[in-house]
């Protein structure tokens, strides 16, 4: 069966620090991959998602992550955060049959320090 | 664009009571989407539909839970009878099902079985 695995369940960091959360799914197939943000008191929002193409996706506000086939990886990375940037983030792969069939990891908590 | 609308955004209610969440998904999406948040759990999708036809409903946990979707712009999460554990935050989730289209999601219900 498909999982995702967010190998940190709290990360707190002061601001301009660099970021890297973590994210292992395991699936043999082809893949789609997101990374979804949930800032305290509001919705999910999609920060960025890999197809195919360029492993290194862009997303907003300054995130990016790294799709490694070969270590079935996709980390989220953010050169310098800022206090906004306090929020749960939840890397999820897709399952198929539908772009929102989703299977999430358990997320990770950012708390940045001002 | 005014989103996917979830109602109500919190619901307290005894065990064995029936509850009733409300889901208007955005305007031309044809795919909509049940997923119940818990600490222990993560994210977990209940069931989805495409052109209002439940495709996969593999997540539901038990019999005591039910969708509908009777047309484009509605759909229903129904428990009877609620029990404790099925307190959770649960969010609808809409999207245009093809292509790259992300998936958008509504603010939640929290609910809370006592």
């Known amino acids: 069966a498909q999982s995702v695995s967010q190998h940190n369940h709290h990360v707190i960091l002061s601001e301009a620090a660099s970021l890297e959360l973590g994210c292992n799914y395991s699936?043999?197939?082809?893949?789609?991959l997101f990374w979804y943000v949930q800032y305290p008191g509001q919705h999910l929002q999609l920060l960025l998602k890999y197809f195919s193409g360029d492993p290194l996706v862009k997303g907003i506000k300054g995130f990016e992550a790294e799709f490694i086939k070969s270590k079935f990886s996709f980390n989220l990375r953010k050169p310098s955060v800022q206090w906004s940037d306090t929020a749960e983030y939840f890397c999820a792969v897709n399952k198929g049959g539908s772009q929102g069939n989703l299977i999430f990891g358990k997320g990770t908590k950012l708390s940045v320090k001002p | 664009d005014a989103g996917v609308i979830q109602s109500p955004r919190h619901e307290v209610t005894e065990m064995g009571q029936e509850v009733t969440l409300r889901c208007k998904p955005i305007?031309?999406?044809?795919?909509l989407f049940w997923y119940r948040q818990t600490m222990m759990r993560g994210l977990e999708l209940l069931i989805y539909?495409?052109?209002?036809?439940?495709?996969?409903d593999s997540g539901m946990p038990e019999d005591r839970f039910s969708a509908k979707m009777p047309n484009a712009s509605f759909s229903t999460l129904k428990i009877q009878p609620s029990e404790p554990r099925d307190s959770a935050v649960y969010f609808c989730?809409?999207?245009?099902?093809?292509?790259?289209?992300?998936?958008?999601f509504g603010n939640g219900t929290r609910l809370t079985v006592t």
């Open positions: 989730a809409s999207t245009m099902g093809q292509g790259t289209s992300p998936l958008h």
């Open positions: 699936y043999g197939g082809t893949v789609n």
């Open positions: 539909f495409n052109n209002n036809v439940p495709i996969d």
């Open positions: 305007s031309g999406h044809n795919s």
